[in-house]
């Protein structure tokens, strides 16, 4: 008899929802807007989940045995239970359980297909999260950009600024990332970047990473060696990760995320260890089919055809 499953991944701006089976088959899948309860109102992430699901099922009104959701915002027992309840009732169909958890599990688990270890997800921010054996979890950075997210892509913007401002001060060399910097923002003037970085999402100085990559590999000191200061901070969020691992001599090491496109930063990080690293080919939200299918005996098979589907 075939079986329905859901899962959710929740980030911070959007939501990948995806409808599959026990037989390995994905009958819909529907990304919509974030159901983040600490970026927009309960009576919003009620909403979201109500229009996301009436999609996925307007043409598979099949009732669920497992749903399982990794959540941004959902750190606490109290949020995990909260957002349970938005979910069964934004359902249309009958859903047997609900699990939820936090969304760093999503992206460890695309890697590990369930298995223990841990990910490191740089980004806009950067936070490191593991799950031993035991099944117990750690959590290392991910505290904001004010006060963390060291080596994130918003650093690296941040800092690939700041030079251009010291440059222009003259309170350090020149670099090349000035003219790289102020054709990318449209401005004649240096200090015409003011208005702009401080009116502007983090992911503005975030986006600066493929610049500051490039410009690095062209031989601008000052590039490389903000480049350089990232890969520090991400080679120290991995070594507290081994030190915390259960296999601390060959723990499995997911990396995600955008800021590990950059080829020198990625090369920088890499040959610092001797360990091997997985990049996952499959998005989080198959890491959260893998936790719908956790509880079900031979999965492989199973596991196996969904990767088919995001090849």
Request: glycine share 10%; hydrophobic share 40%; net charge negative.
């Amino acid at each position: 008899m075939t079986s329905y499953f859901l899962a959710i991944d929740g980030g911070g701006t959007k939501t990948d929802v995806a409808l599959f089976d026990s037989d390995g088959r994905v009958l819909n899948r529907i990304v919509g807007e974030s159901t983040n309860p600490n970026a927009i109102s309960g009576d919003q992430v009620a909403k979201n989940f109500t229009g996301i699901f009436n999609g996925l099922f307007n043409n598979h009104p099949v009732p669920i045995a497992y749903c399982f959701a990794g959540m941004s915002g959902c750190g606490h027992v109290k949020q995990k239970a909260m957002m349970k309840d938005y979910i069964r009732a934004a359902l249309p169909v009958p859903c047997k359980e609900i699990e939820i958890e936090n969304d760093a599990i999503n992206a460890l688990w695309s890697g590990t297909d369930g298995g223990p270890g841990f990910v490191v997800i740089a980004g806009t921010g950067t936070i490191a999260y593991g799950r031993n054996e035991s099944g117990e979890d750690f959590r290392i950075g991910g505290w904001g950009h004010l006060v963390g997210d060291e080596g994130s892509g918003y650093d690296i913007g941040k800092e690939a600024v700041r030079a251009m401002l010291r440059a222009y001060d003259r309170r350090q060399g020149p670099t090349d990332l000035t003219a790289r910097l102020t054709s990318h923002f449209r401005i004649q003037h240096v200090p015409d970047v003011i208005p702009i970085i401080y009116h502007s999402p983090k992911q503005e100085l975030a986006n600066l990473v493929s610049i500051v990559d490039e410009t690095a590999r062209l031989g601008d000191k000052t590039a490389a060696a903000i480049i350089e200061r990232s890969a520090s901070a991400l080679i120290e969020l991995i070594e507290t990760g081994i030190s915390m691992s259960s296999d601390k001599s060959d723990p499995e090491i997911v990396l995600t995320g955008g800021l590990w496109k950059s080829s020198m930063l990625r090369r920088n990080v890499i040959e610092h260890f001797t360990n091997h690293f997985i990049f996952p080919k499959c998005p989080p939200v198959y890491g959260s089919m893998v936790g719908a299918l956790n509880k079900l005996e031979n999965n492989d098979i199973i596991l196996q055809r969904l990767k088919g589907y995001f090849a």
